[in-house]
């Protein structure tokens, strides 16, 4: 049940569609270096040109906070985005104004186009009604397919919403079904996996999770945080002490909504933080002062995938360990595949997203398996939390 407009309820043949996309991808020397959220927003610009839309792109670059920052600029995306979408795509080096609307007025139906970084404008990130304008009188209809900016309340994520009809893209459709299906109204039981190395980053992620979850699985870092708090020594790993009190509310508060909060048992532990840095093997109750946690160790992901095996929902944010430093990327591959292995099987529901979470699965080849991986960052942490992102709500409006 969808309660947001589609491409499926328009007609778009002739119209001016102002498509608000994420093209804030990672880049090095002028290359992009990872062209996933690129490919995401083919299916929705195909759709739109073969359907006779002239397809006006709107996206942010960077933070260049209102300056026109020439390293910001889109036009360096534009050949990686023209050699994935196979189509020419003219630019306009202002997203309002003479530039933009001279580069529109040439389009012909099935055209595309994109303008440029829409924060240089100050007005983008104040959703400034003026700036909302200008950008609106460019186009008949918006179609927003950046769920990773929906967060934020900018004028072209948000605004612009209200100024025109609104409608998701088929990116954006395909997110929200699958953040739904995984947490709004899921098959149970779910489990959701949470790494990463601070709880203090993700304390309302974790207490809303445990109001919805059945298990709740810490990992990474912050899972030192909860073990010290259970009085377990963790000798010089990675652990916020001060956040003592608050992880024994979040174990209560889970111990309250019937939530099981599954914590490593054992543990990878080296003296140093280097990838092949000596490392053995230990019970959680027997870290050495000098120990560093790196890693769950494999009772701990049995215990998991034993777990995972009766569940039907899968949500993952954040990886079990140092992933980024081999052989401390064992737990979280082995946990990833598993995961990976029964979504294939049709047994599992399987969502993931934030941060490093798409490099890690990527690094354990599970990826391609899951049922969905988003692109998103920060839109993904805060609807973990339970928050309204404003850009999703504005299409529901
Ligand atoms: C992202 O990369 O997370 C999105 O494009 C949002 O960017 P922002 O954090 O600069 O708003
Ligand atoms: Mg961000």
Redesign the pocket.
């Known amino acids: 049940m969808t309660s947001f407009r589609t491409l499926d309820d328009v007609d778009v043949k002739g119209k001016r569609v102002l498509l608000r996309v994420d093209l804030?991808v990672p880049m090095e020397g002028g290359r992009v270096t990872d062209a996933t959220r690129i490919e995401r927003i083919l299916p929705t610009i195909n759709e739109l040109a073969d359907k006779g839309a002239k397809v006006i792109l709107l996206s942010h670059y960077g933070r260049p906070k209102g300056q026109r920052v020439e390293e910001d600029s889109l036009r360096h995306v534009l050949p990686t985005l023209e050699h994935y979408l196979k189509r020419k795509v003219a630019f306009a080096d202002d997203c309002v104004g003479a530039p933009a609307e001279a580069v529109i007025a040439a389009m012909k139906d099935g055209d595309v186009a994109l303008l440029e970084n829409t924060r240089y404008h100050k007005g983008e990130e104040k959703n400034d009604p003026a700036f909302i304008d200008e950008v609106a009188k460019l186009g008949d209809i918006f179609v927003h397919d950046a769920f990773?900016a929906a967060h934020r309340a900018h004028a072209t994520t948000e605004g612009i919403a209200k100024k025109l009809p609104a409608i998701a893209g088929r990116t954006m459709q395909a997110e929200l079904e699958a953040l739904e299906s995984a947490l709004t109204s899921p098959a149970r039981p779910v489990m959701a996996v949470v790494g990463g190395a601070k709880v203090s980053t993700k304390l309302e992620l974790l207490g809303n999770l445990v109001a919805k979850v059945d298990y709740l699985v810490i990992g990474g870092g912050m899972a030192n945080t909860f073990l010290a708090a259970q009085g377990k020594a963790v000798g010089k790993s990675l652990c916020e002490h001060d956040l003592a009190p608050t992880a024994l509310e979040i174990l209560e508060k889970a111990k309250a909504a019937n939530c099981t909060v599954v914590l490593p048992v054992d543990a990878t532990v080296a003296q140093k933080f280097e990838a092949h840095a000596p490392s053995h093997i230990v019970s959680v109750d027997h870290v050495g002062a000098d120990d560093m946690i790196l890693d769950v160790g494999p009772k701990s992901v049995a215990h998991v995938e034993s777990l995972l095996a009766k569940c039907k929902t899968l949500v993952w944010n954040g990886p079990c360990g140092a992933f980024e430093l081999p052989p401390f990327d064992e737990g979280t591959n082995a946990v990833a595949q598993t995961a990976a292995r029964l979504t294939v099987e049709g047994k599992l529901l399987s969502v993931a997203g934030g941060g490093d979470t798409v490099a890690a699965l990527n690094q354990a080849h599970a990826g391609q398996e899951f049922s969905y991986v988003s692109t998103a960052?920060?839109a993904f942490l805060e609807w973990l939390e339970g928050k309204t992102l404003p850009g999703v709500a504005a299409l529901k409006a």
């Open positions: 804030n990773s960052g920060g």
